[in-house]
């Protein structure tokens, strides 16, 4: 704390909200901040993914896992904690301080496109699991160095894909916060680090300006410590979106706006106009500012040494870890009128079992990946 004091005292408005805004824009780089070279704060990288540390940019690779749903079939916390440590290390190896996982939203249709990235729709199961995740990846790393920060998404009621951008969930109170909200309170209290809101509308507020969400609920009553990024591109207002809590715009600030998304940056220059025209108050900047440093004074990215080591990536271990998952992840399901558990299924008698058949369009294709944040 009086680290991140020391250095907020140090800071000019427009080095606190480059804490809060992203770069300018690049199409090449949508996952690193900016560092402040003044006062020596390294801006936080961010990386990808629910099953995985983005691999698919790389000539490396890392660990593809079992995606988050065939692991919550596992039902297996201590599993899912040591995923979330080995995500960990490769983050580390690969110089990242931001993990953008878990996503614990609930699959509340079967067609939600990234139904798979998160551990299905129930809400106690969603919780434990992402809990087990979050403790994982922040844990102390057993060679040394800074902690990895988890980042639980999408805060909140983020259950559809196409429209998402568009979509107003509209819900009582009962609802809110009995459905949509406890899982997400798990991983708070597990100690996660970052919130990312989503792009829908929650009762008629964008997430990213709702002081209900993020002002009232999450960082009010539940006391969450941490700091609320937005989703890439998220709508975003300058004044209601500080005024909410939304601590930092991804994943950029300035530049040209990509025509596919219809929002405008909120953030950055927009922001320090808004401190001096007295419509932002800057101890809201000040609180900001604030979470982001003591989070990086916590987890040690103030003094990180990036060592960028991807040989170590993809270890045997890991491969291990990734093929238990998988192979705790099935489920066999039987079909027929009578549904009854048996104890003599499994495993199959290689004298009576001649041959098992794979059915379906990814039987015997590769399938690790959509290429986007849901890989």
């Not at 902690?147 to 998404?153: E, L, M, S, Y």
């Not at 999408?154 to 819900?171: C, K, P, Q, S, W």
């Not at 004298?351 to 058949?357: F, P």
Request: glycine fraction near 8%; hydrophobic fraction near 40%.
């Amino acid at each position: 704390v009086k680290r991140a004091r020391q250095l907020l005292a140090a800071m000019t408005l427009e080095d606190k909200v480059q804490q809060m805004s992203g770069p300018a824009y690049n199409p090449n780089n949508m996952f690193d901040q900016e560092d402040n070279e003044r006062l020596n704060v390294p801006g936080h990288k961010f990386m990808d993914g629910p099953r995985g540390v983005r691999w698919y940019n790389s000539d490396y690779g890392t660990t593809v896992f079992p995606v988050a749903a065939a692991r919550a079939a596992s039902w297996n916390l201590e599993l899912e904690e040591k995923i979330g440590k080995v995500m960990a290390d490769e983050m580390r190896y690969l110089g990242r301080h931001v993990l953008l996982a878990p996503t614990v939203n609930q699959v509340m249709h079967p067609r939600w496109g990234r139904a798979q990235e998160t551990y299905g729709e129930d809400s106690f199961l969603l919780g434990e699991m992402g809990a087990a995740f979050v403790r994982g990846a922040q844990a102390e790393p057993g060679d040394g160095g800074y902690r990895i920060q988890a980042c639980v998404k999408h805060f909140a009621a983020n259950n559809i894909e196409d429209t998402r951008i568009f979509v107003n969930a509209v819900l009582d109170e009962r609802t809110l916060r009995e459905v949509y909200l406890p899982h997400f309170q798990k991983s708070v209290d597990a100690g996660v680090a970052c919130v990312m809101s989503s792009y829908n509308r929650v009762n008629g507020d964008y997430a990213g300006f709702s002081s209900k969400l993020l002002r009232q609920i999450l960082k009010t009553e539940w006391g969450y410590q941490g700091y609320v990024i937005s989703d890439w591109f998220a709508k975003g207002q300058t004044v209601p979106s500080a005024a909410a809590g939304l601590d930092v715009e991804l994943p950029f600030s300035s530049g040209p706006f990509p025509e596919i998304f219809d929002s405008q940056y909120f953030y950055g220059s927009a922001l320090v106009t808004a401190v001096n025209d007295g419509k932002v108050s800057a101890d809201v900047v000040d609180e900001a500012a604030f979470r982001i440093l003591h989070t990086k004074a916590k987890f040690g990215v103030l003094d990180a040494d990036l060592q960028f080591k991807p040989e170590k990536t993809k270890s045997m271990d890991a491969q291990k870890l990734a093929l238990q998952a998988a192979r705790e992840g099935m489920v066999l399901l039987k079909n027929g009128p009578k549904r009854e558990l048996t104890d003599d299924v499994l495993p199959l008698d290689d004298a009576t079992v001649k041959k098992i058949a794979v059915v379906g369009l990814f039987a015997n294709l590769q399938n690790t990946g959509d290429k986007g944040s849901s890989e």
